[in-house]
């Protein structure tokens, strides 16, 4: 038997029986277009709070090592549709629960197979190993018969419906499970007496002799009143043995050497007994079950959640109700209310300019339209009653970093090259997303500098979201649409972060501010006066 560090590393023993069923590979890719993961989280995830969502929706699934399926961005619209629709099914709670009981008991055959690693004495590592062999038996046929008694509209779960029933019919399959049953049904006739004498222990075939506590039992019952105390010594089961029972076991396998031969050569022939793609499916499917289970709360809380359309011969886009889903999270554990917007790019739109006064909302909006689109983009429902969103090939971030003592460069200085790095390597196809950087120049220089920039992202042709207190950047062409984070009319001290697609209004609101504050012309002339 093998080992190995992580339960669904490379190295983990599985099995591929020569079945010719090509549709079916991966619950998570359609066909055998599987694409390469990648392990670390993308540069904007941090930017965007896309970290703390994934940390959240993988929380307590660390086994299956989830994240780099939300870090990977989908290179397709079919996968997206593919995920969509897999997604769908395992929302009813019937295919939904039989997928949990699948999963919880591949969970305790993995527990059989870590414990046989772990276990010093052969024979007790291959009985454990027979566990796990039962156990996964067990385990694909249920999932088997189960899943043959449900109808599906995805691919996805269709095709494995389809694999599971050639595998069961297989001849590999068949042929673990029968030497799985045949060994465990000689080792169930295994008998033997001991006799203990002072320090020794004699193993020898069993024979039969009288039970002695059913002559004790019939010859006291005469003297039982009422319930008794129960004196009988409780037996614990240590995972290890020790060196009496394992004298004692190798004493029985001299009694019966060919069933204890056959145990050894079972595990031997049946060492890549997991089938390769019942692994992955086991593993893959706990990207859906960990987002649904994720979202249910904010669900059963009234916050909408939608299926995207995402096309990439269309840079329109739209969401309704929409929601930075990290704060969600947050507000709906703490009972706060959440505030929905909406969005849309149409026509020759290609850049949002969201303006307003501070603490008004804007970076959280900045944040929502790069998760939805990375949520829809990796096949997942988003925040939103509908959406209509573009399937892009990288998410830019430029959000304002504060300046660190040991930084031999500027906050401006820093501003710009980052600037640069960013349009020298974001293409037509890009989201570039920016939070109210040039904040330590003077008003005018940053309206240049503001200009200057977005003027290349027009010239890309990219889809941009820009929060800005620069209101001359609204204004630079018909790609650009205006929009505001909006005040109380009654109160123009509250927020409503509520932004909606309007001209900047040039206001700074400062004077909602003065009033608050009581630092209006009027209210400090009052107090000075004598």
């Not at 339209?369 to 998410?395: K, M, N, T, W, Y």
């Amino acid at each position: 038997m093998s080992s190995a560090t992580h339960p669904f590393a490379d190295g983990v023993p599985v099995q591929s029986p020569a079945i010719p069923l090509d549709e079916f590979h991966s619950i998570l890719f359609p066909g055998q277009r599987r694409q390469p993961l990648i392990s670390l989280p993308p540069p904007c995830f941090k930017d965007l709070n896309l970290d703390q969502i994934v940390d959240a929706i993988t929380a307590d699934r660390e086994e299956y090592d989830l994240k780099p399926f939300f870090y990977s961005h989908l290179e397709d619209p079919d996968t997206i549709r593919y995920r969509q629709a897999v997604m769908r099914d395992l929302q009813a709670p019937a295919v939904r629960a039989v997928v949990e009981v699948f999963a919880g008991s591949m969970r305790a055959m993995r527990s059989h197979r870590e414990q046989a690693q772990k276990l010093h004495h052969p024979r007790q590592q291959e009985r454990s190993f027979l566990e796990a062999v039962l156990t996964y038996c067990d385990t694909v046929i249920l999932l088997g018969r189960e899943l043959a008694s449900l109808a599906f509209a995805s691919r996805g779960l269709a095709g494995l419906q389809r694999y599971l029933a050639h595998y069961l019919a297989s001849e590999a399959f068949l042929t673990l499970e029968r030497d799985a049953r045949h060994l465990l049904d000689a080792l169930g006739q295994v008998t033997y007496s001991m006799l203990i004498r002072d320090n020794r222990i004699e193993v020898r075939e069993y024979t039969p002799t009288a039970d002695i506590s059913i002559a004790i039992d019939r010859t006291f019952e005469k003297f039982r009143q009422g319930e008794v105390r129960d004196y009988l010594a409780q037996f614990h089961e240590w995972p290890n043995m020790n060196h009496v029972e394992t004298a004692v076991l190798d004493m029985v396998a001299q009694l019966y050497p060919e069933t204890f031969a056959g145990q050894r050569a079972f595990c031997t022939r049946h060492e890549r007994f997991i089938d390769q793609r019942l692994r992955d499916f086991d593993r893959e499917v706990q990207f859906y079950l960990a987002y649904l289970s994720h979202i249910e709360p904010l669900q059963a809380a009234g916050l909408p959640f939608c299926y995207p359309g995402v096309r990439d011969d269309d840079k329109a886009v739209s969401a309704r109700d929409t929601f930075d889903l990290a704060l969600a999270g947050k507000l709906v554990k703490s009972g706060s209310e959440l505030v929905c917007n909406d969005f849309e790019l149409s026509g020759k739109e290609r850049i949002l300019m969201v303006s307003g006064p501070n603490q008004g909302g804007k970076t959280t909006f900045a944040r929502l339209f790069g998760q939805v689109h990375h949520l829809a983009c990796i096949g997942c429902p988003v925040p939103g009653s509908h959406a209509e969103l573009f399937h892009f090939d990288r998410i830019f971030t430029l959000f304002e970093k504060q300046e660190r003592p040991g930084d031999l460069r500027g906050k401006l200085q820093d501003d710009l090259l980052r600037t640069r790095d960013i349009l020298e390597r974001a293409s037509g196809r890009s989201l570039i997303l920016i939070n109210e950087i040039f904040s330590s120049t003077t008003a005018a220089d940053a309206a240049f500098l503001g200009q200057k920039i977005m003027r290349r992202v027009i010239d890309l042709d990219a889809i941009c979201v820009c929060v800005t207190f620069i209101h001359e950047l609204a204004e630079m062409g018909e790609s650009v649409v205006s929009m505001m984070s909006c005040v109380d009319p009654d109160d123009p001290s509250r927020r409503t972060f509520r932004v909606v697609r309007k001209p900047a209004d040039r206001l700074s609101y400062a004077l909602s501010i003065a009033r608050k504050h009581r630092l209006t012309y009027d209210c400090v002339k009052e107090r000075v006066q004598p």
